[in-house]
Each structure stands twice: as structure tokens, then as C-alpha cells.
């Protein structure tokens, strides 16, 4: 399901200007990166997508329905938010309940609701804690059952407002297994994150916002390769990156593996000799 935001300017009751004609189009099975400072509008954005916030101008399309068109509930169908912050969206004793409102709340079928948060709980790994209560859970597993109650939904559209916060190296790198998994299912996802290691690893296009604008739409080699625009929106490059270019490195890295084969071609290139050329 496309989603097509075009000239979105958004004015909040206080007169801020939070965001000043961003357009944007998301292909179906996209995943996608809103990175930038706090305050450069990404979370006032993707709010406009399940229609929590309305333009001021412009319009903002979700497939064939304007989201100023629909209700809150009707979207819900079509888009699912999972918020920054696990404890402003759970409210339920367990957590296999928690998990079940959202399917609940669409009216499905029994037995879709059972399967729908089967799964849900077994991609987060919560199979083993589904009968605890939320609260005696770690902040970081609260985030894995507010992304497992959301992902029961089954929307074609997932958001996610900073998915790794709270979460260590390992669990991480378990929430891109989860990524993966809604890429196979071809779910459209967009992430807020200020994690830029994990974006570079696990996101094809990148949106660098500032100022309520879009500063940079792209691939990760052509968002990083921009140091002077990264840097007057705050935004520092991932590690790999920023190691290549202290020694040298001309081609844009941003992960382990490309980072590895780069030195590799590099060294090859020099025990080659004069003139031959590194490999791409």
C-alpha cells in the first residue's frame, strides 16, 4: 500500500511551524529511515499517517484514502504506530492480552485473533513471557510487546518510533530479524531512530529531516557520503563511516561487512602495486 504525503505543512495551537512542505512517496514493502535532531518534525510527520495529526496544508495519502478523510479507528487498519515510549500504549495485566487488543479491536475472527497474536509473540520472542504482566517486564522487553501488539494487527503499514531504545547489542540485532521477517511479509515500515548504526545496517532509504523539511532522500551510501548537510542537521555518520574516512578510504561504507571488504580490496590493491586500481 503506497503512501504519497505531498507539500505537508503542519502548524501546532502554540504556533510552531513544525513541518514546511515535505513530499514524500513510499512505494508498497518499502522500508525507510526518518532520521534528524529532536524537533526537525519526524515524529509530527509520521503521525500524519494514521491520521493522530491532521495538515494544516497539504494532503496525506494512505493507498486510495486521504487520511483528513478518515477516523483515527479507520486507519488504524491500514497503518500501525507503535510509540516511542512502550508505557504511553500498554494498559493490560498480560501480556498475551496486550498483545490481542489491536485484532480484537478490528473485530476479526476469532480464530485469526488467536493466530494473528501467535505470531506476534513468537517473532518478538514472547512466547515464554506472554502470561506475565507488562509491568514486570525490563523497559526493553515493554518495547517488544508494544511492537508484538501492533504487529498482531496485521497492517500493511508498520511505524515505529525509535524501536531500539532500551535495547542492548544482541536484542537489536534481534529487532532486525524483525524487520526482515515484515520485509518477507512485504509490510511497509518506517522507522524513527537515532540509532544510526542499526538504520545503516538494516534500511535501503534513508530521509534526513531538518527543520521541518527534508534536507536528503536516499540510499545509505548517498545519504552518508553528504558530511557537511549531516552535520548542520546534527546528525552524525555510523561508525563504520566515520572510521573509513579517518583512514582514507574514497568509497562510502557504513557497515562491518563493507567495511571488511573495502581493507581487503584496498590491501589488494596495494600489494598489487602502482596503478592498479581497488576493487568496488
Given at each position: 500500500m503506497q503512501i504519497d504525503i505531498t507539500d505537508l505543512?503542519?502548524?501546532?495551537?502554540?504556533?510552531?511551524?513544525?513541518?514546511?512542505?515535505?513530499?514524500?512517496?513510499?512505494d508498497p514493502g518499502e522500508q525507510v529511515a526518518i532520521i534528524g535532531q529532536n524537533g526537525s518534525g519526524k515524529t509530527t510527520l509520521v503521525k500524519h499517517l494514521n491520521g493522530l495529526l491532521q495538515p494544516t496544508r497539504g494532503t496525506v495519502r494512505v493507498g486510495d484514502w486521504l487520511t483528513g478523510e478518515q477516523s483515527v479507528a479507520q486507519m488504524a487498519a491500514r497503518v500501525g504506530y507503535v510509540f516511542q515510549n512502550p508505557d504511553d500504549q500498554l494498559f493490560k495485566t498480560r501480556v498475551e492480552d496486550e498483545v490481542r487488543v489491536g485484532p480484537l479491536n478490528l473485530k476479526l475472527p476469532p480464530d485469526q485473533v488467536a493466530a494473528q497474536t501467535e505470531h506476534?509473540?513468537?517473532?518478538?520472542?514472547?512466547?515464554?513471557?506472554r502470561d506475565l504482566h507488562p509491568y514486570d517486564l525490563t523497559p526493553a522487553w515493554r518495547k517488544r510487546v508494544a511492537i508484538a501488539a501492533v504487529l498482531a494487527m496485521n497492517t500493511p503499514i508498520v511505524v515505529l518510533d525509535e524501536p531500539t531504545t532500551g535495547q542492548d547489542y544482541a536484542t537489536a540485532q534481534e529487532l532486525?530479524?524483525?524487520?526482515?521477517?515484515?520485509?518477507?511479509?512485504?509490510?511497509?515500515?518506517?522507522?524513527?531512530?537515532?540509532?544510526?548504526?542499526?538504520?545503516?545496517?538494516?534500511?535501503?532509504?534513508?530521509?534526513?529531516?531538518?527543520?521541518?523539511?527534508?534536507?536528503?532522500?536516499?540510499?545509505?551510501?548517498?545519504?552518508?557520503?553528504?558530511?557537511?548537510?549531516?552535520?548542520?542537521?546534527?546528525?552524525e555518520p555510523p561508525q563504520m563511516t566515520r572510521l573509513?574516512?579517518?583512514?582514507?578510504?574514497?568509497?562510502?561504507?557504513?557497515?562491518?561487512e563493507g567495511f571488511v571488504d573495502q581493507l581487503a580490496a584496498q590491501s589488494a590493491a596495494e600489494q598489487a602495486g602502482p596503478g592498479a586500481a581497488p576493487r568496488q
Open positions: 505543512h503542519f502548524t501546532y495551537p502554540t504556533g510552531v511551524e513544525a513541518l514546511r512542505g515535505v513530499s514524500l512517496h513510499i506476534a509473540l513468537h517473532l518478538l520472542g514472547l512466547l515464554e513471557r532486525g530479524q524483525v524487520l526482515d521477517a515484515l520485509r518477507g511479509e512485504a509490510k511497509t515500515v518506517i522507522a524513527i531512530s537515532h540509532d544510526i548504526d542499526f538504520v545503516a545496517t538494516h534500511f535501503s532509504r534513508i530521509v534526513v529531516m531538518g527543520q521541518g523539511q527534508v534536507l536528503v532522500d536516499g540510499a545509505p551510501e548517498r545519504v552518508f557520503a553528504q558530511a557537511d548537510l549531516l552535520a548542520g542537521a546534527y546528525v573509513a574516512r579517518r583512514l582514507g578510504m574514497d568509497t562510502i561504507v557504513y557497515s562491518v
